[in-house]
C-alpha cells in the first residue's frame, strides 16, 4: 500500500468553482438529512451499531485529490467523505458560518472541509509540521507571487556552494551525498524569504518531496531504506534496484519545481471558492488542553463556544506519526530544539516508556476497562500502560470537547477497535464509556469498513492491523 497520494495529475474541485455554501447542492444537503434522520431513528429504536459506507453516503464526492488534500501527504489521513457527510447536515449545524472543532486535526482534512462546507474551523495537533500543512491546505495566495518567488528560490538555490547541515536523523543512511546538498541549498533559500504564508507555502511543499528522494521504500508510511537483497522475486528485486539507482539521479531541485506548479493548481481551485467571511486557524499543540491560539501563555478556549466537533483521535501505539514525519522534522528545522522523542511525548498514544513509569497498572475504575487492562498486564506491562494510559490522555481530551461544546450540539469521533497481545481491545466501546461518564449522551454508532488507509501496517508481535472505522455520534 503506497505513503505517496497520485501527484502527477490535480483532479477539478467538487462543483466547478461554486462558493462554499454551494459546494454540496441542496438537494444533497436533504439527502444527507434524510439518510441521518433515517440512521438517528434507527439507532434510537435498536440501540446497535449500523453499518455503513460514507464513500456511498456522499457519493458525488470523488475518491481522487480535490482541492488542496494532496498537497503533503499524511499518516492515516481521515476519509474526507466522513466530515464531508456529517458538515453538510443542517440536522448538526443548521447554520452557516458555525464553529466547527477538530482537536486532533492531522494534515487538515476537517479544516479544508468546514471552510469547503461554509463554516468557520479550529484545529489541534501536537506535530508541527501537521500544524503546518494543515494551514497552507486552508490558506488562499496568488498564484503569480508563488511563481515569481518560486525562480527567485531556485535561482538562489543554484547560486549557493556551502552545504549547511541539520539535524536529520542519519543522514547519510537515507539521502545521496549529491541530494543532501542540493535540499540543503533548497531549504536555505526558502528560510532566507520573510515570514509570510507563502513561506509556509514553500516550506510544505519542500517537505512533500522529502521522501521521494530519499533511500526511504514508498510504500511504507514509516521511513524503511529499500533493500533489494530481501525480495526473492527477480522482477521485484530488480524493480528496487532501479528505485535506488534513480534517488541516486535524482535533480532535487526539477522535483521541487514540478510539485510547486502541482500544488499552485490545487491552490488555484481553493481559491475559486468564496470564504472571505470564514476563519480557519490551527489553535492548539494539546487537545487535553485547548489554547485559543499557539501564542505563548494563551488563554485557554472558551467553554461552551463550539457549535459541532468532528475529529479522528490517534490510536494507542497504533500510528508512528513522529516516526513517519521524522525526515521531515529534520529538514525543516524542527529538530533544532527538540528531538523526535521529544515530540512523541506529545502526542497520545504513545509507545516508549522507561520501565519506571510502569510498575503499576492503570485503572480508569470502570470495569469493562480495566479488566481488559489486567488480561494485557499479565502478559505484557508495557501494553497494558500504552493502552491504559492512552485510555487516560483520551478521557482528559474527552473532558476538554465537552467543555468547550455549546450545549445540545453534537461531537463525532472517528476511532478503530484493535487487538492487543490476543486481547480484543475495543477502543470505541472504551471511548464510549469515558464519553458518557463524562456526560455525552450516545446518539448514533456506525461503523465503515476501512478499504484503504494506505498505513495502517502492523507494528509488532503484541499488536494487530485496525481494519474497520467506528463513528460514535455524541450530543452535549
Excluded at 456522499?58 to 457527510?85: C, E, G, M, Q, R
Excluded at 481491545?425 to 456506525?446: M, N, P, S, Y
Aim: glycine content about 4%; overall charge positive.
Amino acid at each position: 500500500m503506497s505513503f505517496d497520494f497520485p501527484q502527477d495529475s490535480v483532479q477539478s474541485n467538487y462543483s466547478s468553482s461554486k462558493p462554499s455554501d454551494e459546494s454540496v447542492a441542496i438537494s444533497h444537503h436533504e439527502e444527507i438529512d434524510a439518510e441521518l434522520s433515517r440512521l438517528f431513528n434507527k439507532f434510537k429504536t435498536d440501540g446497535l451499531p449500523i453499518e455503513v459506507d460514507f464513500r456511498e453516503l456522499v457519493n458525488w464526492i470523488p475518491y481522487s485529490d480535490s482541492y488542496t488534500h494532496y498537497i503533503h501527504s499524511y499518516p492515516a489521513k481521515l476519509l474526507k467523505h466522513i466530515p464531508i457527510f456529517f458538515l453538510n447536515s443542517k440536522i448538526l449545524l443548521p447554520e452557516k458560518g458555525s464553529v466547527v472543532l477538530d482537536p486532533f486535526c492531522g494534515s487538515g482534512t476537517v479544516l479544508l472541509e468546514s471552510m469547503l462546507s461554509g463554516h468557520n474551523s479550529l484545529g489541534c495537533d501536537a506535530n508541527p509540521l501537521a500544524r503546518l500543512i494543515a494551514k497552507v491546505k486552508t490558506t488562499k495566495l496568488d498564484s503569480n507571487v508563488i511563481r515569481s518567488q518560486k525562480n527567485n528560490i531556485v535561482a538562489k538555490a543554484k547560486r549557493l556552494r556551502k552545504f549547511a547541515p541539520l539535524n536529520v536523523t542519519n543522514i547519510d543512511h537515507w539521502f545521496p551525498k549529491k541530494t543532501q546538498l542540493h535540499l540543503s541549498k533548497l531549504i536555505r533559500a526558502i528560510e532566507g524569504l520573510p515570514e509570510s504564508n507563502e513561506k509556509d507555502f514553500f516550506k510544505a511543499t519542500f517537505s512533500s518531496i522529502i521522501k521521494k528522494v530519499s533511500f526511504s521504500d514508498p510504500n511504507l508510511s514509516v521511513p524503511v531504506k529499500i533493500k533489494p537483497s530481501k525480495y526473492n522475486d527477480p522482477t521485484t528485486k530488480e524493480k528496487a534496484e532501479k528505485q535506488l539507482l534513480s534517488v541516486e539521479n535524482t535533480d532535487v531541485l526539477s522535483v521541487f519545481e514540478k510539485h510547486i506548479e502541482q500544488n499552485i493548481k490545487r491552490i488555484d481551485l481553493l481559491e475559486q471558492v468564496d470564504t472571505e467571511s470564514l476563519k480557519c486557524e490551527v489553535i492548539s499543540k494539546d487537545a487535553r488542553k485547548i489554547s485559543s491560539s499557539l501564542s505563548p501563555n494563551s488563554e485557554p478556549l472558551k467553554a461552551n463556544s463550539v457549535d459541532f466537533i468532528v475529529t479522528s483521535p490517534p490510536y494507542a501505539g497504533a500510528q508512528k506519526y513522529v516516526r513517519s514525519s521524522s525526515l521531515n522534522l529534520g529538514w525543516l528545522g524542527f529538530c533544532e530544539k527538540n528531538t523526535l522523542r521529544d515530540y512523541e511525548r506529545l502526542n497520545i498514544g504513545r509507545e516508549h516508556y522507561s520501565k519506571s513509569e510502569y510498575k503499576d497498572i492503570i485503572q480508569l475504575s470502570i470495569e469493562e476497562i480495566d479488566r481488559v487492562l489486567e488480561r494485557i498486564w499479565e502478559k505484557n506491562p508495557l501494553r497494558a500502560h500504552i493502552n491504559g494510559n492512552y485510555l487516560l490522555e483520551m478521557k482528559s481530551a474527552i473532558a476538554e470537547m465537552y467543555r468547550v461544546l455549546k450545549t445540545d450540539k453534537y461531537c463525532t469521533i472517528v476511532i478503530g477497535n484493535n487487538e492487543v497481545c490476543g486481547e480484543p481491545f475495543e477502543t470505541q466501546k472504551f471511548i464510549r464509556l469515558l464519553a458518557e461518564q463524562t456526560g455525552f449522551k450516545t446518539e448514533l454508532v456506525l461503523v465503515d469498513e476501512i478499504h484503504s488507509r494506505g498505513l495502517m501496517t502492523k507494528r509488532n508481535k503484541t499488536a494487530s492491523v485496525i481494519n474497520s472505522e467506528w463513528i460514535l455520534v455524541f450530543k452535549k
